[in-house]
């Protein structure tokens, strides 16, 4: 029974104790999504990340190609090592070219899905360390917008919780919202009309569905 009341005092005190510090706190918002599209420096780092895709797309293009054309002239060794017209040494030397032909197509297309593979992680690796770097920025700015403000305490208004696509914060008046003040934060001295794009993380398959 001691215990009991000892336990209720405990549980009163601390609830006691939290309601001040809970007055104490000045809390505000923040779109995320808002201020990463609207930032500067996302553009131009989707202008990166859009010239090396086009860079990687073409040099798998050229591999490609270059496989391609092995491939017709393989079919042509082939459709001449069973050609009777020739004679039988010529059908010999055709069947053994096509043969080398063929290991140099099975290594073409080794190369080519392993340049695929690594184009695809290159790319990963590019994009979401850009997207981290802004990120870093944007909540630099945030907590300096805050702490200018009087805030300790600020929220993603645009995040979602675990039950997707349900946001975490249910309502907010927008009294508090920073989105604004800390975009403008962002692109001081920045004049830049063109609307920015998302960066976009690359789909599984970046370089094409089928392999040669």
Not at 55 to 72: E, H, V
Not at 158 to 170: I, L, M, R, S, Y
Not at 178 to 203: E, M, Y
């Amino acid at each position: 029974m001691k215990l009991l009341r000892t336990t209720i005092l405990t549980v009163s005190l601390l609830a006691c104790l939290s309601v001040p510090a809970l007055a104490q706190t000045k809390i505000a918002t923040v779109d995320l999504h808002k201020l990463f599209d609207g930032y500067w420096k996302t553009k131009q780092v989707q202008t990166v990340l859009n010239d090396r895709k086009t860079q990687l797309d073409n040099d798998d293009k050229s591999m490609r190609d270059d496989y391609k054309k092995g491939s017709d002239e393989y079919q042509k060794l082939l459709a001449e090592a069973n050609d009777q017209a020739l004679s039988a040494d010529q059908r010999d030397k055709r069947k053994q070219a096509a043969a080398d032909k063929l290991k140099q197509l099975q290594d073409s297309k080794t190369a080519v899905e392993q340049y695929e593979r690594q184009a695809q992680m290159t790319l990963s690796e590019q994009t979401q360390r850009m997207r981290d770097n802004i990120l870093s920025e944007i909540k630099a700015a945030v907590a300096a917008q805050a702490k200018a403000a009087g805030y300790s305490l600020v929220i993603d208004a645009a995040g979602e919780t675990a039950n997707a696509p349900t946001t975490a914060v249910v309502y907010s008046s927008g009294e508090n919202d920073l989105t604004d003040a800390v975009l403008k934060r962002l692109n001081a001295g920045r004049t830049d009309s063109t609307t920015t794009a998302p960066i976009v993380t690359p789909p599984p398959s970046l370089l094409g569905t089928n392999t040669p």
